[in-house]
């Protein structure tokens, strides 16, 4: 999730959708914007960035969003304040996208048997709530925001994106997982910050 969810969200479920059916996974990914208007078109350069995005219209984040979805992954740390400020519950499975890839890369791939939620909570095991106020550098965990930018920014944005959800992908279903099960592996909401939004 973002701003507007014109540009980096809308970017980022099309990229997150592109890597689970990669992966053959069974998953829902859908994006929003903390202060979007609603039924707006993908940005011209984000269109070309990414390839999908032609049908994309902007939606406001609501609560009942958050509330439905296993994992929220924000842009920006602004967005994640938003977010919790929202629906304070959720903060457990809220996270930037930067942030929450660097923690899962720490942590390490799920494990068999282990659910969706019970891997985001063991990932977010050494986290507080208190990190939302506390970092001293929360643009660090941003995902820079192309618009207003050349073709170029965009499509380096996407290419972070890119990287970020692929490793989570294979993170969060490992290739041998997915092998195991067939073609069908454990489903899960995965909210492309997905209850993300786009700026």
Do not use: K
Request: proline share 6%; glycine share 6%; with cysteine.
């Amino acid at each position: 999730m973002c701003t507007a969810n014109v540009c980096r969200s809308p970017m980022a479920e099309a990229l997150l959708r592109l890597h689970l059916r990669a992966a053959a996974v069974s998953a829902t990914a859908a994006s929003a914007g903390t202060r979007a208007e609603e039924s707006l078109p993908a940005a011209p350069y984000a269109r070309r960035a990414v390839p999908g995005l032609g049908e994309h219209r902007s939606r406001r984040l609501t609560s009942e969003m958050i509330s439905a979805a296993d994992l929220v992954l924000a842009m920006a740390n602004e967005h994640l304040r938003e977010v919790v400020a929202a629906e304070p519950d959720s903060f457990v499975r809220s996270f930037t996208l930067r942030d929450f890839a660097a923690r899962a890369a720490r942590h390490g791939a799920r494990s068999a048997g282990e659910t969706f939620s019970e891997w985001v909570a063991a990932v977010a095991a050494d986290r507080s709530v208190s990190d939302l106020v506390a970092t001293t550098s929360p643009a660090a965990d941003d995902i820079a925001d192309p618009m207003g930018g050349e073709l170029v920014d965009h499509q380096i944005t996407a290419a972070e994106l890119s990287h970020l959800l692929r490793d989570l992908v294979t993170l969060a279903w490992p290739p041998q997982e997915v092998r195991a099960s067939g073609a069908r592996p454990p489903s899960a909401r995965a909210r492309d910050g997905s209850r993300a939004g786009a700026s």
